[in-house]
């Protein structure tokens, strides 16, 4: 075995002692079965440790699995069991993300639209009129392709009838920005998981700047925000009112 294996193999001593026992010389009984034993008790990726699980995951998505580990009591290696196993969730660019929508999402995301729609079937234009829509992208001092410092764009002049809609990334999800939002009184649409198609923002907005932006350079951050700033307010009332639309 060494000649075929090499010098980290078992030693002699050991075959020889497995062969005593194997011939029943040795007194020790020859089970090749793994025993019971002592250890975390596999009722750990049972309901309740999947939902808390789940929620500490959707709440940050950049989350540990020690963290996890530490916060629910059971080792981290169960932890990824019930991540990548009992979830699905699969780490993207170290954020963990469910591998498809699941009939909850599907149900919950068909019950949101049609919320939206019955809304402004009932309010008309006016519905849209109230909406101020926010989101987050990245823009380069020099951007020779469509690629896109994370920026947040302008500021937005508020009343207590308007209505902020934006998507379930996490700079919109914490609980800063939650406990901003009330402060402010401003109500928040409601929206699916994981449809970027529904925020202005992504389809409309940011393809139009980072287009205009395209193929210029730019000494430092703040060139790049002012110049960011200018386009906006350069743009009529009713282009952004086309893109909610």
């Keep these: 075995m060494k000649t ?8 002699d001593c050991t075959v020889s002692k497995w062969v005593r026992i194997f011939n029943g010389e040795d007194s ?10 002592s250890g975390r008790p596999l009722s750990a990726s049972d ?7 789940d929620c500490m995951i959707r709440a940050n998505r ?23 196993i009992v979830l699905g969730y699969r780490k993207v660019s170290t954020h963990w993300v469910p591998r498809e929508l699941t009939v909850d999402m599907k149900a919950q995301r068909k019950d949101m639209c049609t919320q939206l729609l019955e809304r402004y079937n009932a309010e008309g234009e006016a519905f ?3 909406i101020l829509t926010g989101d987050e992208s990245w823009i380069h001092q020099y951007d020779p392709e469509f690629r896109a410092l994370k920026l947040r764009l302008g500021r937005v002049q ?9 998507d379930n990334a996490r700079p919109h999800t914490s609980r800063q920005t939650q406990d901003a939002l009330r402060q402010l009184e401003l109500t928040t649409l409601p929206h699916p998981a994981y449809s970027p198609d529904l925020a202005p923002s992504d389809y409309y907005l940011f393809p139009q700047i980072k287009k ?9 951050d703040e060139e790049v925000i002012a110049n960011v700033r200018r386009w906006c307010r ?9 893109g909610v639309r």
């Design 128 to 130: 849209l009129q109230r």
């Design 212 to 220: 205009y932006l395209k193929g210029y350079h730019y000494d430092n």
């Design 234 to 242: 350069g743009q009529s009332s009713e282009f952004f009112a086309d």
């Design 4 to 11: 075929v294996c090499g010098e980290m193999y078992i030693s």
């Design 158 to 166: 508020r009343d207590k009838d308007s209505i902020l809609q934006h």
């Design 28 to 37: 020790r009984e020859t089970i090749l079965r793994d025993r019971k034993r």
């Design 62 to 84: 950049r989350v540990k699995q020690k963290e996890i580990a530490d916060e629910v009591g059971i080792s981290k290696e169960r932890v990824h069991h019930i991540f990548t």
């Design 47 to 53: 309901t309740a440790y999947r939902e808390k699980i």
